[in-house]
Nanobody, 117 residues
Framework: QVQPVESGGGLVQPGGSLKLSCLIS????????MGWYRQTPGKQREWVAT???????NYAVPVKGRFTISRDNAKNTLYLQMNNLKPEDTAVYSC???????????WGRGTRVTVSS
């Protein structure tokens, strides 16, 4: 069983930065697609960014140019560097990974990010 675990959330002022981490309990090379999503109360989960096994990154329009998705294979960890944060970035951020040989997807429980002055 794969259980991604997110960390790094917190309270930050507008314009500030945070770096989220998602520790994956298996070899990160088992996963061909990894991504970050976010959700606020009363709204549907929103896609933020994805990273393929080949290293191709894609970003949602609201975060493009401010967020960077990356991974450290040696640490089996996926990251989301978030810069120039805005109040509308406030949400619970979760990571999602898709195992290439089974097609199974796994979700973490999320880490809360609050952007407020």
């Amino acid at each position: 069983q794969v259980q991604p675990v997110e960390s790094g959330g917190g309270l930050v002022q507008p314009g500030g930065s945070l770096k989220l981490s998602c520790l994956i309990s298996k070899n990160i090379l088992d996963f061909n697609l990894m991504g970050w999503y976010r959700q606020t109360p009363g709204k549907q989960r929103e896609w933020v960014a994805t990273l393929t096994a080949a290293g191709i990154a894609n970003y949602a329009v609201p975060v493009k140019g401010r967020f960077t998705i990356s991974r450290d294979n040696a640490k089996n960890t996926l990251y989301l560097q978030m810069n120039n944060l805005k109040p509308e970035d406030t949400a619970v951020y979760s990571c999602n990974v898709e195992q290439w040989y089974s097609g199974h997807e796994y979700w973490g429980r999320g880490t809360r990010v609050t952007v407020s002055s």
